[in-house]
């Protein structure tokens, strides 16, 4: 099969020249002049044509001999992230693709790389063989050398952006030890890993101070909006908003890790004119800084393909280009503030929520002394009193379905986050006591980042078609947003005909 195009070469070129930025993560080029392979926004001097070769994924450029730019740095790219909702062999390919980003799938158990590709296929109900003849068929590669390459990525990003010693490196971008890791570098890129360090004399957890990692977004992006939604949902002692010329979030967070629960802090600023978010971590939590980054793009939905849901959207919301579908960074936090923001304003779940974290969360020293305290993991609350619950306000009903959401996380029944299968998790949602369908399916949106779930009833989405001729209730009209149906309703949530009304308010 050839791997080298899934556009038009005269058109990928095109873009190339005029280093159009819609373009970049939708392909990749290879130099062959050079042996190295770069972003379609890379500043260098364009190539001649006849020494291009384009891939769809930076796998697909390695895999074809080809070495990451050091200057444009591929692994800052945004994700590609097509779907489709009529073939199904292209939906698995991208379930296994998200599954494989996710850095907590990189090293399974003792066994590693074997062991995750086997719970790959165990995850998306199919054999080994049939998951290596998808990679073949559809992308040229096999489902190691996509794996490969996201580690090594990872780790040239770590190398080039922190001082993590090398052990620390190697862990977190999922190999086994350093030796293995060295080889497998140099193996692929005829690199040291040490040559790609800023200051090699530093790499030490001691010496160690945050700095920015950049994420890149692809155009355009309604930054104010984003803003304004996280504003809006501000929670007192975890979170406070960042104003000025680089606004963003300040945010406690806590993780699970290799080691068990780890706590720290997370400070996110956008930065419009290079099309990116800076991302500063606590130094505790430098190791998980993989983990981290996928949690930040998904949050702030820095992947998306907007031009992809315009052609989608814009006939019924016209002026919702660039609007994002905000996730979260914790799922089952998530999951709780829905829970809480059930039935009630906006303001009312936000200090509902305030006064839970307070009383079981985990306090974290921050650069600010307003946000002092990480959301509680499930397994404090399940095991919460509710007679404690009811003295902050929370009503029964409430109670019963947090310690019911948070038991399930805990046992591992309940899986909130990207990459899950949103029908099989709203179905366990709504057997959950105390979750309905409207509930179910946001939490399904914003903790599983689920770009085609539908609120029944939401009031922001009849308000925002009344009117509309012929007459068509939303439900009818949500048949032609697929799988789009959660930027429709973030569209409509956005024309303010009803920003507070009572279900918007998690």
Not at 23 to 47: L, Q
Not at 115 to 137: K, N, P, V, W
Not at 294 to 299: A, E, M
Not at 407 to 425: F, I, N, Q, S
Request: hydrophobic share 40%.
């Amino acid at each position: 099969m050839d791997t080298d195009l899934h556009q038009n070469p005269a058109a990928c070129y095109d873009a190339l020249c005029a280093r159009d930025a819609r373009f970049d993560g939708h392909f990749f080029v290879g130099v062959t002049s050079t042996g190295i392979y770069c972003r379609p926004v890379c500043r260098v001097r364009t190539p001649k044509a006849d020494n291009c070769r384009f891939f769809r994924l930076a796998a697909q450029a390695e895999h074809a001999g080809f070495r990451p730019c050091l200057r444009c740095r591929p692994e800052l790219a945004p994700a590609q992230r097509h779907w489709s909702s009529v073939d199904a062999g292209d939906c698995l390919l991208q379930s296994a693709l998200q599954w494989l980003d996710h850095p907590g799938h990189w090293s399974i158990g003792d066994t590693g790389i074997g062991s995750t590709l086997q719970s790959l296929s165990a995850h998306l109900g199919i054999t080994d063989r049939h998951l290596r003849r998808l990679f073949g068929a559809r992308l040229g590669i096999s489902p190691l050398q996509y794996l490969q390459t996201r580690r090594l990525l990872t780790a040239k990003q770590l190398l080039t952006d922190t001082a993590l010693p090398m052990s620390q490196v190697a862990l977190a971008s999922g190999f086994g030890s350093v030796r293995r890791f060295n080889e497998v570098f140099r193996c692929a890129y005829g690199l040291q890993p040490t040559t790609l360090r800023r200051h090699p004399e530093q790499a030490t957890v001691s010496s160690m101070a945050p700095r920015p990692v950049l994420l890149q977004w692809r155009a355009p992006m309604h930054v104010s909006s984003m803003l304004t939604f996280l504003a809006d949902r501000q929670l007192a002692g975890n979170e406070a908003m960042i104003h000025g010329p680089r606004p963003g979030m300040l945010k406690a967070v806590r993780l699970e890790t290799r080691a068990g629960s780890v706590s720290g802090w997370i400070r996110i600023r956008f930065v419009p004119e290079r099309q990116s978010v800076t991302l500063e971590v606590s130094p505790l939590l430098w190791p998980e800084l993989p983990q981290i980054i996928w949690r930040t793009r998904r949050w702030l939905d820095l992947d998306v393909d907007i031009t992809q849901i315009d052609s989608v959207l814009d006939e019924d919301f016209p002026c919702g280009s660039g609007l994002r579908l905000p996730g979260s960074f914790d799922g089952f936090e998530a999951g709780v503030r829905a829970i809480l923001g059930q039935q009630v304003t906006l303001a009312a779940g936000n200090t509902l929520t305030a006064r839970l974290v307070a009383q079981w969360g985990t306090p974290v020293e921050t650069p600010a002394s307003s946000v002092s305290i990480a959301f509680p993991d499930p397994e404090t609350l399940a095991h919460a009193d509710p007679s404690r619950m009811g003295s902050l306000g929370i009503t029964k009903q409430r109670q019963t379905a947090i310690i019911a959401l948070a038991r399930a996380c805990a046992d591992g029944k309940l899986r909130l986050e990207p990459g899950g299968d949103p029908d099989a998790t709203v179905t366990q949602l709504t057997a959950l006591p105390g979750i309905g369908p409207w509930t179910a399916q946001y939490i399904a949106m914003r903790a599983l980042h689920w770009s085609d779930a539908w609120l029944p009833g939401d009031a922001a989405v009849r308000n925002a078609l009344c009117g509309r001729q012929p007459p068509l209730s939303p439900d009818h009209l949500a048949q032609r947003w697929r799988p789009w149906r959660s930027y429709a309703v973030v569209r409509a949530w956005a024309m303010g005909t009803s920003t507070r009304n009572r279900h918007d308010t998690a």
